[in-house]
């Protein structure tokens, strides 16, 4: 460890953390909890299913039951989007965002 390390106390779990821990902690506690259909907690990079067939509009295709999504992204509370919509990457699909609601964490 440096000299110029800074450390914190955090009073929920009554240790000394370092003060990048805890400014992670602080921006995560900011952001809402975002769960799928089941209510499992999602969280950035995750791998989701969808659970029921979807017809995405603008692209003129359908997205079966059962279709990976790779690398979810949350979005950021700043953005000012519904905390239940969540960017997905899918080939074929730019942009693609698809609710919560609609998805189960694997």
Not at 25 to 40: F, K, M, S, T
Not at 75 to 97: S, T, W
Request: proline share 3%; with cysteine; charged share 35%.
């Amino acid at each position: 460890m440096g000299e110029d390390d800074s450390f914190v106390y955090d009073e929920a779990s009554g240790e000394w953390i370092s003060a990048a821990d805890a400014a992670m902690i602080l921006h995560q506690a900011d952001r809402p909890e975002i769960r799928d259909a089941v209510g499992n907690l999602l969280s950035d990079g995750d791998q989701v299913t969808l659970i029921k067939d979807l017809t995405v509009k603008g692209a003129g295709q359908t997205l079966k039951r059962g279709t990976l999504i790779r690398s979810i992204r949350l979005p950021d509370p700043a953005e000012g989007r519904d905390a239940q919509e969540i960017d997905c990457k899918f080939d074929g699909i730019k942009g693609l965002v698809l609710r919560a609601e609609f998805v189960k964490k694997r």
